[in-house]
């Protein structure tokens, strides 16, 4: 074999490696993006909004709830088509049901933007409303998605 074709073909190769590596990257950033707004919103529901709320700091309540807003919007696009891990906890009927997990994820967005309107009216029983309606991972808008695609919290697994 010639130095021309020896060089192509390593030139292919390297294209080869270099796109599977950066597919790769690609799939573990959107993991990683998708696991980093989750946590957040948990945060959010489990720690900031109790606080915020005995301290009456509407502020910091209408700030994550818009967090989770935008979190949510962002949602049902970083779960492509088959992009996985083996830690994840996402179902498969994330990817097979995806207009009622868009639906779902919509639902939670439209939950917390009514939560952002009633901190920013500094409208403390409508905030606490919409904090139970809101939820948590089991309860509320976000389990309604959580029960239906998280393995961990679905009855048949």
Known sequence: MNLMKISALVAGAFV???????????QEDVI???K????????????????????KDFATIELKAKDIMNGMEQ?????????????SRAHPDIWTKTED????????????????KAAAAKNESEVTMKMKE???????ACGDCHKFYRTDFRKDG
């Open 32 to 34: 990683a993006k998708r």
């Open 36 to 55: 980093a707004i989750m946590r957040a919103n948990n945060d959010a529901v489990s720690k900031v909004f109790k606080k915020a709320l005995e301290e």
């Open 16 to 26: 080869c490696v270099m796109s599977a590596g950066s597919q790769l990257l690609a």
């Open 101 to 116: 997990f868009k639906k779902r994820a919509d639902n939670t967005r439209k939950v917390a933007e009514s939560l952002s």
């Open 134 to 140: 809101l939820g948590s991972n089991r309860e509320g």
């Open 75 to 87: 949602t049902p696009k970083l779960f492509p088509p088959g992009v996985t891990d083996a830690k």
